[in-house]
């Protein structure tokens, strides 16, 4: 196979990322706590109602904060108590979940969500985020259901318009997505994760130019999005400019040195512009963080087999 072929037929892949689970920001109460049954409920104080309620707050943030470390199993054991102290409480399955995600373990997190949603089914952020975790399924048609519910309950819910326009997208309905999108952008202008999805749509759409004016939108509130520097040179190297694109997937590896996407896009670039050497170096550099990715192998080995 001829270099100049490979290129055209690989093309340059946008990478797309759902918006991150967070975990609840709200409090335990005592309406969550199972209470004594009659015949024990005469022994169990106020004090001792508001230290068990103290308790499962206390272990509801220790997970929140462990998670924002990106310590997941710590944030595990904290929702483990917190389920120990309430079985029922959906804040805690709902917590738990999140760190599921986390952990890439996508159906038992869906698990933990519809337990959350069992108990409380007006609960806007345990919907989204089931839906976040169907997308990383491929299960976009569900995840689109799961963010509908989400907006019904709460409709200034900015995270489920974007996902929404997202998983549209994903489904090759671009059009409809960059209404959702809009939607997430007239709620929160600032929503560097919507502007960095309409981009995408607008791309898959041939509106190159007006999409790279969205990932610059993105830059501009988030300097430090590396997907979007990523998308940006994807853009770029469609439209001819080569060296423009090397520039912002640099940017992306600079920011984050593991995006494997950018690199990857990084190697397809040099390859067209004949620096066969560096693309390799580049492209090796994907593979060694995403080794089994069949792209990536593809082109390091006719990188490796073709060059001139």
Excluded at 124 to 140: D, E, F, I, Q, Y
Excluded at 195 to 200: E, L, P, S, Y
């Amino acid at each position: 196979m001829k270099m100049a072929a490979l290129f055209v037929t690989l093309g340059l892949a946008v990478c797309l990322v759902f918006a991150p689970s967070a975990l609840s920001k709200e409090t335990a109460t005592l309406e969550t706590i199972p209470l004594p049954d009659d015949t024990t409920a005469g022994k169990i104080s106020t004090s001792q109602k508001e230290g068990v309620q103290e308790f499962l707050s206390d272990c509801l943030e220790n997970a929140e904060t462990l998670f924002n470390q990106g310590n997941y199993q710590g944030a595990l054991e904290y929702c483990a108590r917190a389920l120990e102290i309430d079985p029922k409480c959906p804040l805690a399955w709902y917590d738990k979940g999140c760190v599921l995600e986390g952990l890439c373990k996508y159906q038992e997190a869906i698990a933990c969500f519809d337990r959350a949603l069992g108990i409380n089914p007006k609960h806007a952020s345990a919907w989204h985020n089931k839906g976040v975790t169907l997308g990383k399924l491929g299960r976009h048609e569900e995840a689109i259901s799961c963010f509908d519910r989400a907006l019904e309950i709460d409709p200034k819910l900015t995270a489920a318009w974007s996902n929404k326009g997202e998983a549209l997208g994903k489904l090759g309905r671009h059009q409809e997505a960059v209404k959702y999108l809009d939607k997430a952008l007239d709620i929160d202008p600032k929503f560097s994760d919507a502007w960095n999805t309409k981009g995408v749509a607008l791309i898959n759409m041939d509106r190159y130019r007006e999409g790279i004016s969205c990932y610059d939108k993105a830059i501009e509130i988030d300097p430090e999005f590396a997907q979007a520097w990523d998308n940006k040179g994807v853009g770029m190297d469609i439209l001819g400019k080569h060296k423009e694109s090397i520039n912002c997937f640099d940017k992306a590896v600079g920011i984050d040195p593991n995006c494997a996407e950018a690199w990857y896009h990084k190697g397809l670039t040099l390859g067209k512009l004949g620096k066969y050497e560096d693309a390799e170096k580049a492209v090796k550099r994907a593979v060694e963080l995403q080794p089994d990715n069949t792209f990536y192998q593809s082109l390091l080995l006719t990188l490796r087999k073709g060059r001139p």
